[in-house]
């Protein structure tokens, strides 16, 4: 069975960082969509960063504070979040799909709190 296991959630003072990391038990090289997706309490599932086929994809209220990655040789997807603020707490989930599958992680939590 093929597992998304994401990290690095955790509690972070406004306006700082955080670094999650999702490593997959599939080879993700030749995956066609990657992401980070994020669900606060009381709200709907959203999109937060992509990459589909070669090009990358933000969330409007993340652009230019987020930043997705991929490492192949490690099967790992990354997400970069600077500048955080309150509104960016949620459960980050990571995603990869396929033309027959589709893999959610576990999810990890941010709370951006001071």
């Known amino acids: 069975q093929v597992q998304l296991v994401e990290s690095g959630g955790g509690l972070v003072q406004p306006g700082g960082s955080l670094r999650l990391s999702c490593e997959s038990t599939r080879a993700i090289f030749n995956i066609y969509a990657l992401g980070w997706y994020r669900q606060a309490p009381g709200k709907e599932r959203e999109l937060v960063a992509g990459i589909t086929g070669g090009r990358r994809n933000y969330a409007d209220s993340v652009k230019d504070r987020f930043t997705i990655s991929r490492d192949n040789a490690k099967n790992m997807i990354y997400l970069q979040m600077n500048n955080l603020t309150h509104e960016d707490t949620a459960v980050y989930y990571c995603?990869?799909?396929?033309?027959?599958?589709?893999?959610w992680g576990q999810g990890t939590q941010v709370t951006v709190s001071a």
């Open positions: 995603n990869t799909r396929g033309r027959t599958f589709e893999d």
